[in-house]
């Protein structure tokens, strides 16, 4: 694995303006107001067909509980929902200051070993998380 800082110049788009700044929080506003508006009308249908839960089950309440202030409750609702949200919470504010103050980017090269490990691990993250959360 490599990890480098670098200075964004002709590329046809800024990464972390365009992610981190527009299309991340867009989808955050939106993904909220929808939890708001339309969450007791939303219903999950793999959950009616098979009774499992699936990874996007809860995450309506999570986002309400979230607005509240309620942490305990919102991870308990859906913990993939709060580790995600906390997650673009750490790369907006990582572009913020990129963006803002001018500074390298960081990046990070990985071999095709180091690619392989990456999804084997995140495979058994899946599972770990299957297997803890949307399993009776
Ligand atoms: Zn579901």
Sequence with gaps: ?????????????????????????CAIVLGAAAAVLLGDRLYCTYR???GFRCPGCGA???????LHGRMTEAWNANPLLVCVLLAAAVFMTYS??????????IRVELTAAERRI???VSLLGILAYWRLWMLP
């Excluded at 913020?96 to 980017?105: K, S, T």
């Design 60 to 66: 309506t309440h999570a986002v309400r509980h979230l």
């Design 96 to 105: 913020a200051a990129v963006v803002l103050l001018r500074l390298p980017r």
């Design 118 to 120: 990456l999804v084997l």
């Design 1 to 25: 694995m490599k990890i480098s800082l670098r200075r964004v110049c002709n590329q046809p788009y800024d990464p972390e303006l365009l992610w981190g700044l527009i299309l991340v929080p």
């Design 48 to 50: 009616r067909l098979t």
